[in-house]
């Protein structure tokens, strides 16, 4: 039987992109081995969204090639799309396609079997207006599923390549979501993540056809869903519409990922981000008002080209204001071919570590804060995997639908169910808790305060 291994560098949505492209090898017959193993063909699925990306690929790339040098070696993904040439130029390399056609890949194959030489496989991203449909059934490796619903973004920030490596927006047909959906509950999953590259512009390619719509069709059609998890939504995606179905749901989880990128207006203006911070602030406490324990969890970039100690001080104290429940803190990186990585008055690298160190601290503090307010409350989590410790039973660790790392002690037949757990400790980055019961009946995965 012919082998394939894979390795996926990047974001979720490359995860999913994995296990999209396993389906139709797997249809083809090949059984799936490990990266670290011999296998007939292997599939790097790359990443580029800062420079350290593209080496990280570059370097999976060459491990690939030296494992087995008679191997076929093809490279999808992100690098593959926004620079070809250079992946070609590495001896070894046999195959590459980018964000889009990926059925074609086994065509390459059959190619280069014949030809021996490399195949190119990559095409015009900007010149795409559909979604590729990919079917994920199952995961290999996971309790909670994603489902990709677009494609694509047309933000065109001054930091980001994404646009370039996946070309403008595109929305999956609603039918096929649902359906997809629907699959994923037949195999077990009771969390489904909805993920894409400008997850919640999803629709806004479309006539008559929006989020919120698909959210209400998700929850109404999907038999047996207990969670709806969005992976992320910009400010300006939170309308009248989505908050009112937010607030109505009974599966969509008490949290939200809203990008911020900087608390300082001149810094967003420079990014190229479409919102003030005074229209962000004004949705966070409209949605507040409708969702009053949700957890909003964020993205910050630090050090953004100009970024003054004020303009630091700025983001500082206007992430405090918020209250987040977690952050995610990067420092700048120059990524190539965008407009900031030209911008004049970059900032040093040890004044960036140390402004993410005080952005991290400042993390770390509000997540304790807000996960003390689940102090001996009873939440519903759903167990991802065991911790196996010689000195006690087992150690199950999953998240709270308000996205609270627990772990607490159960049976290893509790992975992947829904389970209420009582917090007996908060704490970040893990809260301690005691099992209660098994919900497996839950008509909804919690219940509204």
């Known amino acids: 039987m012919t082998t394939v ?5 990047g974001c979720k949505v490359n995860h999913y992109e994995t296990e999209g492209i396993w389906r139709m090898f797997m249809e083809k017959g090949y059984e799936r081995v490990d990266f670290e193993h011999d296998s007939d063909v292997y599939v790097i699925n790359t990443c580029t969204v800062t420079n350290s990306g593209d080496k990280k690929s570059r370097q999976v790339i060459r491990r690939a090639i030296r494992k087995n040098p008679e191997a076929i070696v093809c490279v999808t993904g992100c690098y593959a799309q926004t620079s070809p040439g250079e992946i070609m130029e590495i001896p070894g390399v046999d195959v590459v396609v980018g964000t889009q056609d990926r059925k074609n890949i086994f065509d390459y194959i059959e190619e280069h079997k014949k030809t021996r030489l490399p195949v190119n496989g990559v095409s015009n991203i900007m010149k795409n207006r559909v979604f590729e449909e990919m079917d994920v059934p199952e995961f290999t490796d996971r309790t909670r599923a994603s489902l990709k619903i677009q494609e694509g973004c047309n933000n065109f920030c001054t930091f980001c390549i994404i646009p370039w490596s996946r070309g403008l927006l595109r929305s999956r047909d609603p039918e ?10 037949d195999a077990g999953y009771k969390e489904i993540v909805l993920t894409g590259i400008h997850t919640a512009g999803y629709g806004e390619d479309m006539k008559d ?4 719509m698909l959210l209400r069709d998700l929850e109404e059609k999907v038999d047996g869903l207990k969670r709806i998890r969005i992976s992320s939504i910009e400010a300006s995606q939170i309308t009248e519409e989505v908050i009112e179905v937010l607030n109505q749901s009974k599966k969509i989880v008490r949290h939200l990922h809203i990008p911020l990128q900087a608390g300082s207006d001149p810094v967003l203006a420079r990014m190229r981000r479409k919102y003030s911070t005074a229209f962000y602030k004004e949705k966070i406490e409209r949605i507040r008002e409708a969702l009053p324990n949700l957890a909003i969890t964020s993205d910050v970039i630090v050090g953004f080209p100009g970024e003054t100690e004020e303009e630091f001080q700025e983001t500082y104290d206007f ?10 803190v990067f420092p700048f990186s120059r990524r190539t071919g965008t407009p900031a990585a ?4 970059q900032v040093d690298d040890e004044v960036k570590e140390e402004r993410v160190h005080r952005l991290i601290e400042l993390s770390n503090q509000l997540a304790k804060e807000y996960a003390s307010q689940y102090e001996n409350e009873v939440l519903e989590v759903i167990p991802e995997e ?4 010689k000195d006690q039973p087992d150690l199950l660790v999953g998240y709270t639908d308000n996205y609270m790392k627990v772990q607490f002690e159960g049976t290893k037949d509790m992975v992947g169910k829904l389970v209420r757990v009582k917090i007996n400790k908060s704490g970040y980055p893990y809260n301690e808790g005691q099992f209660v019961r098994v919900m497996e009946n839950a008509t909804h995965a919690f219940i509204k305060q």
Request: proline letters at 0%; glycine letters at 2%; zero cysteines.
């Open 176 to 185: 096929n979501v649902v359906q997809q959906a629907q699959k994923l509950v």
């Open 386 to 389: 065991t911790i196996l410790n």
């Open 5 to 9: 291994a894979f390795h996926t560098l």
């Open 209 to 212: 056809y929006n989020f919120a």
């Open 319 to 328: 992430i405090k204001e918020i209250g987040y429940a977690e952050l995610h």
């Open 342 to 345: 030209r911008m004049d008055n």
